[in-house]
């Protein structure tokens, strides 16, 4: 099936600093990109729909100054949590779903996750 | 936005066969029934996906009715390694949101 990529895997920050993660489809073109957290023993919680050059859509209850998605190519979506607090700490996931018609048509595939730990 | 619920939790034995159901009462006409697997620190990966009637790939089965507003999924001779969250999701949505529910939390025993 198709491949989503995400970097980093995990990082660790010190509370005040902001974080980039990368969320790459590697071989199709994404129009639109999910970006997900999720707590422990918790499922996925959507933040926000990020779409190739215009504004992402932030779910209610999310900062969209807080979490700066930025989906500058058909195959590069960012999201960075700005001035990180130890709150903010969580498992972060990116999905693309493949739109041309082919074998994986509209399913979705997700990156590895970001485990994001702010002290 | 077709809501779906499933159990919260299955705990089953290695060797068995594991059918999880899922309720989508309020699925739409152009709405597949995608199933996901994910296991802790990893993101979700795709296991089967279905629009009607039986789909059957290397993994497992996914056994859908005639009215649509159910889904299940079967895991044939489960093993340890099968432990794991699984999602039923549908759609593609109208408004483009793909929204998890709480997923089941299949345990397989030794």
Redesign the interface.
Known sequence: ?AV?S?HPSWVICKSGTSVKIECRSLDFQAT?M?W?RQFPKQ????MA?SNEGSKATYEQGVEKDKFLINHASLTLSTLTVTSAHPEDSS?Y???A?VEKPGQDY????????T?LSVL | LAKTTQPISMDSYEGQEVNITCSHNNIATNDYITWYQQFPSQGPRFIIQGYKTKVTNEVASLFIPADRKSSTLSLPRVSLSDTAVYYCLVGPNRDDKIIFGKGTRLHILP
């Open positions: 099936g989503v995400q639109t999910f997900y499922s996925l919680m959507l729909t498992f996931i990116c999905s779903r509209e399913k979705l595939f997700f990156g590895s996750g485990q």
